[in-house]
């Protein structure tokens, strides 16, 4: 469906992006729509909005859609704690 097709944009253009912004972070894995990703510690704050950025703007250019994609990002030293 389209959502995997959103995510799975998401996921290829990450690690261009990452990179571009100087910005040390691995893909750990991808649940439904959720990215997980462990930066090294101190890094979140700079790590999250391009993140976010990248997730919110996966579907253009090929799909330009009537309602934004809007993207929740959260900082937690474990799964426990992040959910």
């Not at 690690?15 to 090294?40: C, K, N, S, T």
């Not at 997730?55 to 090929?62: F, K, N, R, V, Y």
């Amino acid at each position: 469906g389209s959502a995997a097709d959103i995510i799975r944009r998401a996921m290829i253009r990450m690690e261009p992006e990452l990179e571009r912004a100087g910005i040390e972070a691995d893909m750990l894995l991808q649940v439904h729509d959720e990215l997980i990703f462990e930066v090294p510690k101190g890094t979140e704050d700079t790590a999250m909005p391009v993140i976010k950025a990248v997730m919110e703007g996966a579907a253009e250019p090929a799909v330009r859609l009537s309602v934004p994609i809007q993207v929740d990002a959260h900082a937690a030293h474990n799964w426990d704690e992040a959910h």
